[in-house]
């Protein structure tokens, strides 16, 4: 009896290591670079969705390229991709006889879906939650036989007698109707006047990322590049009229005016996908465009990759920054008053360009605003002040009309760059509407008096405290193993417990720190 239940354990703990093994193909990415990917959604709520910087690969070129190589290795690396920020996603479809696959490898989509899905269901909760978008090209490659008439542009026409083959189906079960936004939905928010546009017109445009998250629950907006699908059969999935999608070379005009600007927020879903070098990925998130890398990597060396995630997936935030408040300790002998828990903008005339960093609320910068809610008009004050002295609402510092703001986008960050080239400024430092005064490493817009939407979550913690890598709970588990293993409880005869264990680890997972 003892000896099966040891077994049982140590069979356990290596399936565990296995797994935390193998879990990161990539270096999980630290608090503070969470913390900023994080902020940068939650700056860009008010942003619709076409016009978010989205970061992406094509699967194929990346990593689901070698039918020798072990699927679900691949599929983890894919999932270490989604962790470590990319949000959308190249998959290239092929028919096969009884289901759809995935090109160059064995997987077939339902595979594929699951995980994806479990990715999903890992960040599905207000503090993790993101939008995905994934990108369908169906290879007019190997079809069988009979079920196409074999012209490259044609329709695809499937048995219908086998339910694998039927996109909605495999969507339904694998993915889950309500996680994905479908054309319907957006006919709807249309209607109802919830969509915007570059305009500001309600009945056309996008959903805002805020509605899109925390009103509608939606992750996942599938498209399909290729039009091959009838698309009186596939209700879910937009066709690729809704976007503007450049491979090799870019086909957009670099902004250089605000009129410029203007016409290119007007294209909704620019993506560009090529390959890249860290300073071209950085350079077309300026432009406006979504990146999708298609250098090639294998599951060896993927995590080189890491370079062009690093210059891409933050374009906000300074290297390293938000550093946490707790790490800028008050020096002793001064008498003024010390907060780093506000952002300043700061300006690099040489290579103009800029990146925002941690400072010190109390000491005394000139502020940006911006005029009504124009996206490109922006205004650096006169005056210098504290950052309390810049409320949102206040028309002391900024001009008639003007308003205390951030650049919300790449684009609008690009505008405000050429601005202050072209008035000839120096390097310099001004305050934007981001801090974290309300709760430590939590920041948020609205200026100085601004709550923390999850204060609720984390009443008197500091924020960073409740970053847990989905890694560290792997080990949390092993622990839990060696735990029961020492109390000698027989995980098979003891399930229930077991289960209550892991509920309760995956609800403080959810809900934050217990105090
Ligand atoms: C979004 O817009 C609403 C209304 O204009 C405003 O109250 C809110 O603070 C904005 N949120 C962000 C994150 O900018
Ligand atoms: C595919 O994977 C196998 C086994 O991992 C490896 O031997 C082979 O070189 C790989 N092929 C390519 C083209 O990378
Ligand atoms: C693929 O890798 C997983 C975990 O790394 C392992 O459990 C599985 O047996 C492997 N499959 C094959 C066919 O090698
Ligand atoms: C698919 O069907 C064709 C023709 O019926 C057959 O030759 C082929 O082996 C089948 N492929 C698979 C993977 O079953
Ligand atoms: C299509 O091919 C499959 C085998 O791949 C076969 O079972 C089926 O009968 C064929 N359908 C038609 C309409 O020929
Ligand atoms: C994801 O969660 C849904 C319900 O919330 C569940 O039905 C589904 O099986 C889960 N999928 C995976 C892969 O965990
Ligand atoms: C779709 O795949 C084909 C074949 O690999 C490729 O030639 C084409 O450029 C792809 N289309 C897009 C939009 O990526
Ligand atoms: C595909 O599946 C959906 C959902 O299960 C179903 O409503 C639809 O009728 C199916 N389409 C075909 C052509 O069988
Ligand atoms: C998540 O956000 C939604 C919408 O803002 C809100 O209704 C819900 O209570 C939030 N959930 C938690 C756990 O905070
Ligand atoms: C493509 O999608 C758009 C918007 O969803 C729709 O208006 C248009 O009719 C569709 N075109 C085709 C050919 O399906
Ligand atoms: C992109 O443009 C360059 C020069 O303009 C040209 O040499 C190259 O072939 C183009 N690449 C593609 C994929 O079109
Ligand atoms: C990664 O490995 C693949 C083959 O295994 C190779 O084709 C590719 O060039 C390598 N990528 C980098 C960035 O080294």
């Known amino acids: 009896m003892q000896i099966p239940r040891k077994l049982l354990v140590i069979w356990a703990l290596l399936w565990e290591v296995i797994l935390c093994v193998n879990f990161e193909v990539l270096p999980a990415i630290d608090s503070q670079t969470q913390n900023a990917i994080r902020s940068q959604r939650d700056l860009m709520l008010n942003v619709t969705i076409d016009q978010l910087p989205l970061v992406g690969v094509n699967?194929?070129?990346?990593?689901?390229?070698n039918a020798s190589t072990n699927d679900t290795e691949?599929?983890?690396?894919?999932q270490s991709l989604m962790k470590n920020g990319v949000q959308n996603f190249m998959l290239e479809l092929q028919l096969r006889n009884d289901s759809w696959g995935v090109r160059d490898t064995n997987l077939d989509l339902q595979a594929f879906l699951v995980a994806f899905e479990s990715f999903i269901n890992k960040t599905d909760d207000n503090l993790s939650a993101n939008i995905l978008t994934l990108h369908l090209?169906?290879?007019?490659?190997?079809?069988p036989s009979n079920s196409t008439s074999g012209d490259d542009?044609?329709?695809i026409t499937v048995d219908p007698s086998k339910p694998m083959l039927n996109l909605t189906y495999v969507l339904d079960q694998f993915m889950g109707r309500f996680r994905i936004y479908t054309p319907d939905d957006l006919r709807t928010d249309r209607q109802l006047g919830s969509t915007f546009d570059t305009y500001g017109q309600s009945n056309s445009g996008w959903p805002t990322l805020?509605?899109?998250l925390y009103l509608k629950r939606k992750r996942v907006l599938i498209t399909e590049v290729s039009n091959r699908l009838n698309y009186s059969e596939v209700p879910y999935i937009f066709n690729n009229t809704i976007l503007h999608y450049d491979v090799g070379n870019k086909t957009l005009e670099t902004p250089n005016t605000i009129g410029e600007l203007l016409y290119t927020s007007t294209i909704s879903w620019r993506y560009l996908e090529a390959e890249?070098?860290?300073?071209?990925?950085?350079?077309?998130?300026?432009?406006?465009?979504s990146p999708v890398i298609s250098n090639h990597y294998s599951i060896g060396n993927l995590t080189q990759i890491s370079e062009l995630l690093g210059s891409s997936i933050i374009w906000s935030w300074g290297a390293g920054e938000p550093i946490p408040a707790f790490t800028t300790a008050t020096p002793k002998n001064s008498s003024s008053l010390v907060a780093y828990n506000c952002a300043l903008l700061k300006y690099y005339s040489t290579n103009n360009s800029a990146a925002w960093i941690v400072g010190n609320c109390y000491d005394k910068k000139q502020g940006l605003c911006r005029y009504a809610e124009q996206a490109f008009d922006w205004e650096v004050t006169e005056a210098d002040d504290t950052y309390f002295a810049f409320?949102?609402?206040?028309?002391c510092h900024c001009s008639d009309r003007y308003q205390f703001a951030l650049p919300r986008t790449p684009l609008e960050l690009t505008s405000l760059v050429i601005d202050l080239e072209r008035s000839g400024t120096q390097d310099k430092e001004i305050w934007i509407d981001l801090n974290s005064i309300a709760v430590g490493d939590c920041w948020v817009t609205g200026g100085p008096y601004a709550t923390c939407p999850y204060q609720k979550v984390v009443p008197h913690r500091n924020f960073v405290d409740m970053i847990t890598p989905v890694s560290v709970s792997c080990c949390v588990i092993l622990l839990i193993v060696f735990y029961l293993n020492l109390l000698r409880v027989p995980i098979h005869s003891n399930r229930k417990k077991w289960r209550k264990v892991v509920n309760e680890l995956s609800k403080t997972e959810l809900d934050g720190v217990p105090l």
Do not use: W
């Not at 699967?59 to 390229?65: P, Y």
């Open 74 to 78: 691949s599929l983890l690396g894919m």
């Open 276 to 289: 890249f070098t860290p300073a071209e990925i950085q350079q077309y998130i300026s432009m406006g465009y």
């Open 59 to 65: 699967l194929r070129k990346v990593i689901l390229n």
């Open 137 to 143: 090209n169906i290879s007019t490659e190997e079809l």
């Open 153 to 155: 542009q044609s329709v």
């Open 391 to 395: 409320e949102q609402r206040s028309e």
């Open 210 to 212: 805020n509605s899109f």
